[in-house]
């Protein structure tokens, strides 16, 4: 296994449906997963074997809107949960 992120449940649920985000919003919470999932791969050196407590759910701000994600490093995941347009 490697090192992703993932919207959860789905990206229709997160970014699309009756009122999706912006083409430019989802654009910017994409490149900052990429570079969350960097951040993670590099802390979470064997993610499978990790055994403590996770980080919890956390917010990224980005220039049209934020986000929370999740790290879970035995999935090797980082999930985008919810994305919220300024």
Do not use: C, I
Request: hydrophobic share 45%; no cysteine; net charge negative.
């Amino acid at each position: 296994m490697s090192w992703a992120w993932e919207y959860e449940p789905s990206e229709e649920y997160v970014v699309g449906g009756e009122n999706p985000a912006p083409v430019t919003l989802v654009a910017q919470v994409e490149e900052k997963a990429g570079e969350l999932v960097r951040a993670a791969e590099a802390r979470y050196l064997d993610g499978p074997a990790f055994q403590g407590v996770g980080e919890g759910t956390r917010t990224a701000a980005v220039m049209d809107g934020l986000f929370l994600y999740l790290v879970v490093p035995r999935h090797e995941r980082v999930y985008v949960l919810q994305v919220t347009a300024f």
